[in-house]
């Protein structure tokens, strides 16, 4: 089984300033990572997902993401925020093999301020 | 494409009442799974089927959960009957089949927030 956990529940940061939203997994098999957004009063959007290959892996919004599989680690970056990225974030994961379901982290509040 | 849609949107009913939520994956999709969202737990996934075949079932809470896919174009959800601490979002999502290399994205509906008084 796998599990996610988001370090972070609130993440408040100024208008134009670079955000971190952390995130480690647990997994006994390899995974698939993915990151989230959800915006008020809407379903989850996928941002970006690491499949295989480099483990920098770029997504909508100027959002990227780094796979360190040492660390078990899939932190989520952008250098500059909008207020406009002001909204949820989760981190998931779903093993390689088979149907295994994906599983989320409990999400990571961005509040970003003017 | 229409997206997911899940109806209906906002529910509030009383506690002991039958809840039935509704949900129409995108055409095409043969993997839908329902998620629950809370404060204090997150999004927890509640059941998946995969061809409209249940899969895994495990994060059911208890009996007065029940989830059918009659087709590949409709699925429910019913709690029955009601508590206040079911009150939460409820989501359906839909991929492509969701098995090894192809999962690729889920795509989310809008969601059902449910108040059970």
């Known amino acids: 089984a796998q599990s996610v956990t988001q370090l972070d529940s609130q993440v408040p940061v100024f208008e134009e300033a670079p955000v971190e939203l952390r995130c480690n997994y647990s997994?006994?098999?390899?995974?698939?990572l993915f990151w989230y957004v959800q915006y008020p009063n809407q379903g989850l959007q996928l941002l970006l997902k690491?499949?295989?290959?480099?483990?920098l892996v770029k997504g909508i919004n100027g959002f990227e993401a780094e796979f360190n599989k040492s660390q078990t680690s899939f932190h989520l970056r952008k250098p500059s925020v909008h207020i406009s990225d002001t909204a949820e974030y989760f981190c998931?994961?779903?093993?390689?093999?088979?149907?295994?379901?994906?599983?989320f982290g409990k999400g990571t509040r961005l509040s970003v301020i003017a | 494409d229409a997206g997911v849609i899940q109806s209906p949107r906002h529910e509030v009913t009383e506690m002991g009442q039958e809840v039935t939520l509704r949900c129409k994956p995108i055409?095409?999709?043969?993997?839908l799974f329902w998620y629950r969202q809370t404060m204090m737990r997150g999004l927890e996934l509640l059941i998946y089927?995969?061809?409209?075949?249940?899969?895994?079932d495990s994060g059911m809470p208890e009996d007065r959960f029940s989830a059918k896919m009659p087709n590949a174009s409709f699925s429910t959800l019913k709690i029955q009957p009601s508590e206040p601490r079911d009150s939460a979002v409820y989501f359906c999502?839909?991929?492509?089949?969701?098995?090894?290399?192809?999962?690729?994205?889920?795509?989310f509906g809008s969601g059902t927030q449910l108040s059970v008084l």
């Open positions: 089927f995969n061809n409209n075949v249940p899969i895994d």
């Open positions: 999502a839909s991929s492509f089949l969701w098995a090894g290399e192809q999962k690729t994205k889920l795509f």
């Open positions: 997994s006994s098999v390899s995974v698939y």
């Open positions: 690491y499949l295989s290959g480099s483990t």
């Open positions: 998931a994961v779903s093993g390689r093999s088979g149907n295994t379901p994906l599983v």
């Open positions: 055409s095409g999709h043969n993997s």
